[in-house]
């Protein structure tokens, strides 16, 4: 069964603090590791699609890399409208299987 | 990236009456959508995947009489709770695939949907 397992659960960063977010995996065929970013009430907004190991994508304060076990998200000097959900993913076939997500709080 | 719209964003209803839930492709054409469900500080699990033109398939576990899935066009799949009982409340969220981008993997969201059933 493919499993994913984000850590930690939830993250409380100081303003300029930089840290990183883990998902961990175990399928048989990864065709892709995305992550996303939740805020409340709202649907997943879409940052970063993985293919491979050693993969690498960065988007402003976010660095997503991928090895064969699992993904990093690393969050350099991070503000507090980077405060939110994220989510890790992978997907096997044609269906995505999320984790439980990190819950991420900047505080100024 | 593609736009996905979600509605209603919120819905209340009484216990034993549907509710229909709309998704919609806005710029580009979906020949797949899924449907989520997410209960707090869970992870979304997939209820089922909606193709256009034919039947959807459920996940196990997925009552298919319950919640009726349409997708009748390539811009609009349909959610219907059916017989709502307070234990569907819940935060449902549908995603779709842009055909566009032929072999990308990537599934964009729309805003969810709060339903209490009361």
């Known amino acids: 069964e493919d499993q994913v397992t984000q850590s930690p659960e939830a993250l409380r960063l100081q303003e300029g603090e930089s840290s990183s977010l883990n998902c961990s995996y175990t399928v048989s065929g990864l065709r892709g590791l995305f992550w996303y970013r939740q805020d409340p009430g709202k649907g997943p907004e879409f940052l970063f699609t993985l293919y491979s190991a050693g993969e690498e994508k960065e988007k402003e304060r976010l660095k997503a890399t991928l090895t064969k076990k699992e993904s990093f998200l690393h969050i350099t000097a991070p503000k507090p409208e980077d405060s939110a959900t994220y989510l890790c993913?992978?997907?096997?076939?044609?269906?995505?299987?999320f984790g439980k997500g990190t819950m991420l709080l900047v505080s100024p | 990236g593609a736009v996905v719209s979600q509605h209603p964003s919120r819905v209340i209803c009484k216990s034993g009456t549907s509710v229909k839930i709309e998704c919609r492709s806005l710029d580009f054409q979906a020949t797949t959508m899924f449907w989520y469900r997410q209960f707090p500080k869970q992870s979304l699990m997939l209820m089922a995947t909606s193709n256009e033109g034919s039947k959807a398939t459920y996940e196990q576990g997925v009552e298919k009489d319950k919640f009726l899935i349409n997708h009748a066009s390539l811009t609009l799949s349909t959610l219907t709770v059916t017989s709502a009982h307070p234990e569907d409340s819940s935060f449902y969220i549908c995603?779709?695939?842009?055909?566009?981008?032929?072999?990308?993997?990537?599934?964009?969201f729309g805003q969810g949907t709060r339903l209490t059933v009361v």
């Open positions: 993913a992978v997907q096997v076939y044609s269906t995505l299987t």
């Open positions: 995603s779709a695939r842009d055909l566009s981008k032929g072999g990308s993997t990537e599934a964009f």
